[in-house]
């Protein structure tokens, strides 16, 4: 856990301030860390480096508190090598040169060191790329930590010389060995009934700093009693829900509502609007993307879907917030549980693909305006059916470029409304194939 130990600290002298609660109960081994059994067991991917003796450069990503500190600072120790911390937010260049002499002049006297950065994200490219050379020399065993997707964040060639180890939040059995643990530091259990306990650990929202927190202000009050959750809410607020609105919680929670709208699940799909909503999204940015939902996943299986989705829009406008967005919440239901079909975006890109590979191909004379007498002397518009003229309105004429093959790239599904235009497309095909031939 991060910055967490296991037993209470031997006496100090009083002068000395009081230790936190998460200082104190630090883990003194990677066995006593709480959760990450996936990368520190001993099928793990860490668990497997350590019992082959070839631990080597890391970035541990994962969200605050799940132990991404605590784990470097075990790893020194269980490799034998000198830990140093640096965070990204606070040091330059000058800084940098200073460790990478510390750690080279470490290593002529025979021992390692392992480079803990915090917020490895935060540096520059050039700044990133000063860590290749001593990575790869030995000078340095480096171990980043980041709350952002390293894919996105970290230089290529940083990736290519470390692993990426996915720490996850904390869940609730996690969160109550941690309460558990706290309780054996303090010596004495928490003045809270079992319901209250449990809203206690839910407060946390996966994140055992920030649980520890509250266990220590819940510790110091004096009450007779067990407190309920009506008083434990009363006097302690809830933990704010991860949400970066540039970050990664924003597209992890915009592709889980796209994905539970394709997905044809309501209660989905409202939840995680909902959730978006909770961390602070701006309602626009939800109604430009459920009505990109209704045209890319909808399409003509519903064309009302689209419809709805703008009024939704255009009534958000008019009311604002929180009346309007309950307009927004009824367009993710009515799209949730309409008729799913891609037909139109797929046709729509696979024409974009013929028009990038016929380049300049003119259309067929016969469809060309014939404004002037020379141009109808040249044959433009020569041989053109007016469709109307038609007995049944379709002359069956090509329309495509006289060199080219005739591409099928809409093809409507048997869903929702796209039933009724597959009906029309295949009639209209049948004739045509018909006067053609």
Same mark, same amino acid.
């Given at each position: ?23 104190? &109960? ?59 911390? &640096? ?52 000078? &340095? ?297």
């Amino acid at each position: 856990m991060a910055d967490l130990f296991d037993s209470p600290s031997p006496s100090r002298p009083a002068t000395e301030a009081p230790r936190p609660l998460a200082d104190r &109960i630090r883990p003194k081994s990677l066995s006593e860390v709480i959760g990450q059994e996936q990368v520190l067991g001993p099928d793990g991917p860490l668990g497997a480096m350590l019992a082959a003796g070839s631990l080597g450069s890391l970035i541990l990503w994962g969200p605050p508190g799940v132990g991404k500190t605590t784990i470097a600072r075990l790893l020194a120790d269980a490799s034998d090598r000198a830990f140093v911390q &640096i965070s990204a937010i606070f040091t330059g260049v000058p800084e940098l040169r200073k460790v990478f002499e510390a750690a080279k002049l470490r290593r002529t006297q025979g021992r390692g060191t392992l480079l803990f950065v915090d917020e490895i994200h935060r540096f520059n490219k050039a700044q990133q790329d000063s860590f290749l050379p001593h990575m790869e020399d030995g000078t &340095i065993l480096l171990v980043g930590a980041t709350t952002e997707n390293p894919s996105f964040e970290l230089n290529a060639a940083v990736l290519s010389r470390a692993q990426v180890m996915i720490l996850q939040r904390l869940d609730l059995a996690d969160l109550e060995r941690l309460a558990q643990r706290a309780e054996k530091a303090l010596g004495k259990p928490l003045p809270l009934t079992g319901k209250a306990r449990d809203a206690l650990l839910e407060m946390a929202d996966g994140d055992g700093r920030a649980l520890l927190n509250l266990i220590e202000q819940v510790a110091a009050w004096k009450v007779t009693g067990n407190l309920d959750t009506d008083a434990l809410s009363t006097r302690l607020m809830k933990r704010a829900a991860k949400y970066d609105k540039s970050g990664d919680e924003h597209y992890n929670l915009i592709s889980a509502l796209h994905k539970s709208v394709r997905g044809s699940d309501p209660d989905a799909a409202l939840y995680w609007f909902a959730r978006m909503l909770e961390g602070g999204e701006d309602p626009r940015y939800l109604a430009r993307r459920i009505t990109r939902m209704a045209v890319e996943d909808i399409g003509l299986a519903d064309p009302q879907a689209q419809v709805l989705c703008i009024d939704a829009w255009n009534t958000y406008e008019r009311l604002g917030s929180p009346e309007g967005e309950l307009a927004l919440a009824q367009a993710v239901l009515y799209l949730a549980l309409a008729p799913k079909s891609n037909a139109g975006y797929i046709a729509y890109k696979a024409a974009r693909k013929e028009a990038k590979r016929t380049g300049s191909e003119p259309p067929p004379m016969h469809i060309l305006n014939a404004p002037t007498k020379l141009m109808e002397e040249q044959g433009f518009g020569a041989g053109y059916q007016y469709d109307h003229d038609a007995e049944d309105g379709f002359s069956g004429q090509n329309f495509f470029p006289d060199t080219m093959k005739r591409p099928v790239l809409y093809q409507p599904v048997e869903r929702g409304f796209e039933r009724e235009l597959k009906k029309r497309l295949d009639w209209f095909s049948k004739q045509r194939e018909r006067r053609q031939t």
